[in-house]
T-cell receptor
Framework: GNSVTQMEGPVTLSEEAFLTINCTYT??????LFWYVQYPGEGLQLLLK?????DKGSNKGFEATYRKETTSFHLEKGSVQVSDSAVYFC?????????????FGKGTHLIIQP | DVKVTQSSRYLVKRTGEKVFLECVQD?????MFWYRQDPGLGLRLIYF???????EKGDIPEGYSVSREKKERFSLILESASTNQTSMYLC????????????FGSGTRLTVV
């Protein structure tokens, strides 16, 4: 079956530091890949996505590249802010519309200190 | 602004009660989902529906049922609430065509005492 593995954290960084959150996956076929973010007390929001190999998703300064050869989709940001503190989830769907549900990693809690 | 609305942010129920969690989306999405979120376990799929009156079991359906009588509404039912069902419940929806990702509600934190 499908699975997603990501570092769980918490990951604590200082403001303006470089961020990498690793995500690797196991799936049949060619899944679509997503990063979601959950701010305290809220539901999940789609941060970025990629639908095929070598695609790069980007949003709000965050980037992730779909690497089929390493089955990875690592999240990066060049300079983090306190407001980026949240839980980040990597996810995959092996159907275009995800009719049978996304498979999520366990989430990475990111803490940015001023 | 499109959204998924969950009827309650916080609920406290007693063991053995029948509990209804309601979710409504205004995006005309075909697919709707219920997940529960627990520390250290991430998100786990309970049930999903790809059409009105259709439902499919997810990874952890035991102790739950669902109802989808209208396209925009997807209800999660705890037939007899137990303390191990204390959790954050998240509803989501998606369109069948395209790869738009999912839209989530804000969640319902259920405590069973």
């Amino acid at each position: 079956g499908n699975s997603v593995t990501q570092m769980e954290g918490p990951v604590t960084l200082s403001e303006e530091a470089f961020l990498t959150i690793n995500c690797t996956y196991t799936a049949t076929g060619y899944p679509s890949l997503f990063w979601y973010v959950q701010y305290p007390g809220e539901g999940l929001q789609l941060l970025l996505k990629a639908t095929k190999a070598d695609d790069k998703g980007s949003n709000k300064g965050f980037e992730a590249t779909y690497r089929k050869e390493t089955t990875s989709f690592h999240l990066e940001k060049g300079s983090v802010q306190v407001s980026d503190s949240a839980v980040y989830f990597c996810a995959l769907s092996d159907q275009g519309g995800g009719a049978d549900g996304l498979t999520f990693g366990k989430g990475t809690h990111l803490i940015i200190q001023p | 602004d499109v959204k998924v609305t969950q009827s309650s942010r916080y609920l406290v129920k007693r063991t053995g009660e029948k509990v209804f969690l309601e979710c409504v989306q205004d995006m005309d999405h075909e697919n709707m989902f219920w997940y529960r979120q627990d520390p250290g376990l991430g998100l786990r799929l309970i049930y999903f529906s790809y059409d009105v009156k259709m439902k499919e079991k997810g990874d952890i359906p035991e102790g739950y049922s669902v109802s989808r009588e209208k396209k925009e509404r997807f209800s999660l039912i705890l037939e007899s609430a137990s303390t191990n069902q204390t959790s954050m419940y998240l509803c989501a929806s998606s369109a069948t065509t395209g790869v738009g990702g999912y839209t989530f509600g804000s969640g319902t934190r259920l405590t069973v005492v």
